[in-house]
């Protein structure tokens, strides 16, 4: 086995070139040969295979990749993909992977160099770069991926150097001159190279071009970088310009002109991105002398306030040491400090949940700009969430009057006494206010000052919207910690040799711990405490799902444990609102919408969203879209062993039955407005208490849009728990994935769904899954798509199931008919015919008719595709299918180019265009094969623009639907676009630009007509 990186990802086997299934695959198995014979953590995987958060079934979904890897590799020994420890190792010999066989190349050629063997070390050189066949997985990479494989990038331009300067040296300079022509204009701030061209031009007597090369750098770096070339370049265009001879090839090794040239441009190309902005500089107020208060007359106890020099309080607790990240909470609390002119009282509400780390940016923050408050900075805990019972505003107001200097025995009784007094006391003051774990808006009212020059800072697991609506409040959430943060934050507590020591158990451990603060502290805590404890230690107390909470305490401090935290906000909640957050522990996605909480908790959708508010104010649960909520890792164990807990095995277990019926009813609903004249084994599924309604079309494109990934984990969360009913249910109705281009979320969910078929008996529901699978295997040209087409086929027709029958030979005859067995689809197809007249409304014979005319399409026999077309389009019509009718249209399109008729057949390719873009086709390929049908006949008479036009839109859409070879495809149409055709193309090439687009089915299950 053969495996080639350096360039498109390719793997070989002798002569036969290994089909990849996907491109999530194809990404784990370039991450692994990015790192051959080295261990890759699967929070390694994950970062390079998705571009954005990796989703919540992340590691199920790489475990499922690297097993269908072993099985297309041939590795079911898995003596070629190794499970060890937290990831996968590969394991390549250096001869069998072509970046191996480069660096071994160029340390070979270096090696010949220093010997003073320059011609071998070109011989050895040359061939290596001809390793490469375009950037280093070209097309494959997410934003990871391709940082990673831009480093063998580097590799490459480093050795074409190398190559050039020891040409060079061998006075090969008319021969290097045009290649490094070519190597200076793609990679213009290389100095290097540029140096290379100016002594090559400049020994084969081009004097002006070498000068001239040398301005044209210096130009660009001044532009664009705003410094001078380097030394070297610098100093060898002193000595072309004063006419000196360069050094003889001989000489070269002691006097290369280009040794010298430093690599400044390179680097500081990558620095200046990552300089921080320059700092204003902010006037600080200096400290002023504090005048006594101004005579006051407050009710009850006290005539006026002492005249004494009051002191000023600083009571800020002390900030933590490795304060991380925060970044954007820092400057959006920077930009709310009052002008220095007093004229505004600022008040700022930072919430979040317990554990996100609310306190210590509030007092870090504090600390940096308490300077800015000459005349005090007071402090205090409200004791809002926590032991005991909450502070009230007559102890605070106490502890801040005193601290202001009025004598205990002097402060006023009663609340609006002191917090008028405060008020006085802080009028034409410059305090900064802290207001430590809120609980309720009506604990801070009281505390806040009334003049101008103040600014107050309030924390609070609550959202405390009443600030915000009364108070004119600021308001600032905070999240957990970015990954990079939360990295940062674990180095500084256990250091960065022991980071280097285990860095995948540390990634697993920022992920077990959800990126919380205060998890992350106890947990790295523990390692920073005690020599002997590896990383790797903590994490396998955290993998464990049930006792990940009690692995996150430390010591008996209350505070230093997660689930006191986290139960400090749960006891705030009502009886119905901890029954709904225990619920929502149960729900199998990522994400929850407001009619499916509804339906866990067996509630009406109106209060179930009145109590999910309330749990997003409490900061137990996240609203991040219209109606949808989430919550983070450790939020959803401890909601779940909370039921555990409180609830009966029954009670969960019917809370888990009324969330899958209500996703499996939901899903049918929607599933008949997409493919209104389809047939499902599933005809009546069982209704939830609230059915949710699905108007039309649209709304069902956008419930499965939103529930997508909902969808496919509550599959298999049924399939994990023999709940296979409803499994079976959501795999009939999953057809929408078709149309998104989830393939390989079809594969996986029907793979799933097979157990369940298969433990259920049924025979008809293992050919429906199997038709699901073959379908979506097909389209991704998978050799697997015809066993499994056979066989549900074979398995309809035992169960008597004659849709399931007549679908499976559809799909298999389109399968057939692009790997030009013609004679094989065309049996398929007339055997479909025979089934279905006279069995139902005449769409399946609709579908045949189609098909046949793309066959004789492709056979070159333009009538009969005319005739059969003819015939599928008029039964379409009569069935209100316009997305088959479109189709149809397309292949009498087809049929007429072949026959020169490309008039009518533009006439025929439009109009089946309009009909795509007033449906769903308008997602997906449906759309897409008319439009590449009708550029093929605009470019034939001339009209170049607008085929080109066409077929970037097909692509478009093809790229989208991940079919990337149809794609390709329409690509190679653009770049022959400017040789306009003159006579039909062969039919077997004509098929395969159309591959996988002709006829298609819109659903896995039963095709729509």
């Not at 008319?174 to 190279?193: M, Q, S, Y």
């Not at 009282?345 to 300077?371: E, F, P, Y």
């Not at 939020?635 to 899958?660: F, G, I, M, P």
Request: charged share 25%.
């Amino acid at each position: 086995m053969d495996f080639r990186v350096l360039g498109a990802l390719e793997v070989w086997a002798g002569c036969q070139r290994v089909l990849l299934p996907g491109a999530r695959r194809q990404r784990v198995l370039a991450t692994l040969l990015l790192a051959p014979n080295s261990v890759v953590p699967l929070s390694k995987l994950a970062e390079m295979t998705w571009d954005d958060e990796p989703p919540a079934t992340a590691v199920k979904q790489l475990r499922n990749s690297v097993s269908v890897l072993r099985e297309r590799l041939g590795d079911a020994d898995q003596r070629l993909i190794l499970t060890e420890g937290p990831g996968y190792r590969i394991r390549v010999d250096a001869d069998r992977l072509d970046s191996l066989r480069f660096a071994a190349a160029v340390t070979e050629s270096r090696r010949h160099a220093a010997e003073g063997g320059l011609d071998k070390a070109v011989g050895v050189i040359r061939p290596a770069l001809s390793l490469w066949r375009g950037p280093t997985l070209d097309g494959l990479g997410t934003a990871a991926l391709s940082r990673s494989a831009a480093r063998l990038d580097e590799q490459r331009l480093g050795a074409l150097e190398l190559c050039a300067r020891w040409r060079l040296e061998l006075g090969e300079h008319h021969e290097v001159v045009d290649d490094l022509a070519d190597l200076v204009h793609d990679h213009p701030l290389r100095e290097g190279l540029h140096a290379h061209l100016m002594a090559a031009l400049d020994h084969c007597g081009r004097r002006a071009d070498a000068l001239y090369v040398f301005h044209r750098l210096r130009t660009r770096l001044a532009k664009e970088l705003g410094v001078d070339p380097g030394a070297g370049v610098r100093q060898l265009h002193e000595r072309i310009l004063r006419g000196e001879p360069g050094p003889r090839p001989a000489d070269r090794a002691q006097a290369n002109p280009a040794q010298a040239v430093d690599a400044r441009p390179a680097a500081l190309a990558q620095a200046v991105g990552a300089l921080p902005a320059p700092r204003s500089s902010r006037a600080v107020a200096s400290p002023r002398a504090v005048a006594p208060p101004r005579d006051v007359a407050p009710p009850q106890a006290v005539a006026s306030p002492p005249a004494v020099a009051s002191p000023v309080p600083r009571q800020l607790p002390q900030t933590i040491r490795d304060f991380t990240g925060r970044t954007g909470h820092l400057a959006a609390l920077d930009a709310l400090l009052p002008p220095d002119d007093g004229r505004a009282v600022v008040i700022s509400a930072l919430d979040g949940s317990g554990g996100v780390g609310k306190t210590t940016l509030a007092v870090h923050w504090a600390h940096r700009v308490q300077d800015r408050f000459p005349d005090g900075t007071l402090h205090t805990n409200l004791r809002g969430y926590g032991p005991g019972r909450p502070a009230s505003p007559d102890e605070v107001l106490d502890d801040f009057l005193v601290a202001l200097g009025v004598p205990p025995a002097a402060v006023p009784a009663g609340t609006g006494a002191r917090s008028g007094l405060f008020r006085t006391l802080a009028a034409g003051r410059r305090l900064l206010i802290v207001l430590d774990n809120a609980n309720s808006a009506e604990q801070v009212r009281p505390l806040l000052p009334g003049a101008p020059g103040c600014m107050v800072l309030v924390t609070s697991r609550d959202s405390l919207t009443g600030l915000v609506v009364t108070e004119a409040a600021h308001r600032l959430t905070l999240d957990v910690l970015s990954l990079a943060e939360a990295f940062n934050l674990v180095v500084g507590i256990i250091g960065a040799t022991r980071v280097q020591a285990e860095p995948a158990a540390v990634e697993d451990l920022i992920r077990l711990c959800a990126r919380l603060p205060l998890a992350l502290r106890i947990a790295a805590g523990r390692v920073a405490a005690y020599a002997h404890v590896r990383v790797a230690d903590i994490v396998a107390e955290l993998a464990d799902d049930d006792s990940r909470l009690d692995a996150l305490s430390w010591g008996q401090d209350p505070y230093a444990a997660v689930r006191n935290v986290l139960d400090w906000s749960y006891e705030q909640l009502t009886t119905p609102q901890a029954h709904l957050f225990r619920r929502l522990g149960l729900h199998p996605g990522p994400n929850i919408s407001t009619p499916a909480a509804a339906a866990l908790a067996h509630l009406p959708p109106r209060e179930t969203r009145q109590l999910l508010n309330a749990l997003a104010d409490a900061h137990l649960i996240e609203p991040f879209a219209r109606d949808r909520y989430r919550f983070h890792d450790l939020l959803r164990a401890y909601a779940d062993d909370l039921a555990r807990q409180h609830d009966t095995e029954d009670e969960r277990r019917r809370s888990l039955d009324a969330v899958l019926t209500w996703y499996s009813h939901t899903a049918h609903t929607a599933d008949r407005r997409l493919y209104p004249t389809c047939t499902r084994l599933v005809a009546n599924p069982a209704e939830p208490a609230h059915p949710h309604p699905v108007a039309d079309r649209d709304a069902a494109w956008a419930w499965f849009t939103a529930e997508r990934a909902n969808l496919v984990a509550a599959l298999h969360h049924a399939v994990d728990r023999a709940m296979d009913r409803y499994a079976l249910h959501l795999v009939d109705a999953l057809g929408f994935l078709v149309l998104m281009g989830g393939w390989e979320e079809r594969i996986e969910t029907a793979t799933a769904g097979l157990h369940a078929a298969r433990r259920s008996g049924r025979t008809e529901h293992e050919a429906n899954v199997l038709l699901a699978r073959g379908e979506a295997l097909a389209h991704l040209r998978h050799p697997d798509a015809e066993p499994d087409l056979t066989a549900a086929s074979t398995l309809a027709r035992g169960a008597g199931n004659i849709h399931i029958q007549i679908a499976a030979r559809t799909e298999l005859g389109q399968l057939l008919r692009r790997q030009t067995r013609f004679a094989e689809a065309l049996h398929h197809f007339d055997e479909v015919c025979v089934l279905s007249r006279g069995f139902d409304t005449g769409r399946w014979e609709a579908v045949a008719e189609g098909n046949i005319a793309q066959l004789h399409a492709d056979l070159g026999n333009h009538r009969q595709a005319i005739d059969h077309g003819t015939r599928s389009a008029w039964l379409r019509h009569q069935l209100g299918d316009t997305d088959g009718e479109a189709c149809a249209l397309a292949a009498i399109a087809r049929g007429l180019q072949g026959l020169g008729d490309h008039d009518p057949a533009i006439v025929h390719c439009r109009r089946a265009i309009a009909l795509g873009r007033a449906s769903l086709g308008s997602h997906d390929e449906t759309l897409a094969w008319p439009l590449a049908v009708l550029a093929t006949s605009l470019n034939h008479l001339g009209r170049v623009t607008e085929a080109v036009a066409c077929w970037q839109e097909a692509a478009a859409i093809y790229t989208d639907r991940g079919l990337a070879a149809d794609a390709a495809a329409m690509h190679l149409h653009i770049r022959r676009a400017d040789r306009p055709l003159t006579e039909p193309r062969p039919a077997a090439d004509t098929a395969a630009d159309t591959d996988g687009i002709a006829e298609r089915s819109l659903s896995t299950c039963f095709p729509t007509p």
